[in-house]
């Protein structure tokens, strides 16, 4: 409950403009790992074999602590969905402008339907898992890469997994 009610709280705040990003600059791939390293546990445990492709040297000028809010949420959702076994992904590639993350695993996937709604907000696609979450990640994840005037994307396909793309701006 305290956590829906702090995603609530946050979602309100971004899509009000009462939160302003604190834009600075940073080396993304020392993030994404950061983050990443977070759920060691989790896919230890869970047995998910993690894979990435990070490259060296991804500056950014972006809010960090906002932006560690979306992969913080993709890597849980790409192991809350993936099953034992399984495989969890994150590739980091660059443009001259941009930064594009890729965070794909080997989970269950969605059908297009559920892939149409999952940047609405109390939308859960799979209630299997609903106990785990509260449909407010993913809104929380589109409303901070719209204010960073990025864009995500998502692949997915029932029984292969889902890939999750976030293109942000460089500088």
């Not at 445990?45 to 809010?63: G, H, L, P, S």
């Not at 997994?161 to 976030?166: L, N």
Request: a negative charge; proline letters at 2%.
């Amino acid at each position: 409950m305290a956590d829906m009610m702090t995603n609530i709280l946050k979602l309100n705040r971004l899509e009000n403009q009462q939160i302003y990003p604190q834009v600075t600059e940073f080396d993304l791939g020392e993030q994404l790992c950061e983050c990443l390293l977070q759920y060691e546990n989790v896919w230890e445990k869970a047995e998910i074999e993690i894979d990435t492709d990070i490259a060296e040297n991804v500056r950014v000028k972006a809010d960090a602590e906002l932006l560690s809010h979306v992969w913080n949420n993709l890597f849980s959702n790409a192991f809350k969905f993936t099953p034992s076994g399984g495989m969890v992904t994150v590739t980091l590639t660059a443009t001259e402008h941009h930064a594009i993350v890729k965070v794909t695993d080997t989970g269950c996937g969605m059908t297009p339907e559920v892939g149409a709604h999952i940047f609405e907000k109390f939308y859960q696609g799979d209630t299997s898992h609903s106990v785990q979450g509260n449909g407010l990640g993913l809104a929380l994840v589109k409303r901070v890469v719209d204010i960073m005037q990025g864009e995500i994307s998502v692949e997915s396909a029932v029984g292969k997994g889902s890939a999750f793309t976030v293109k942000i701006r460089r500088t």
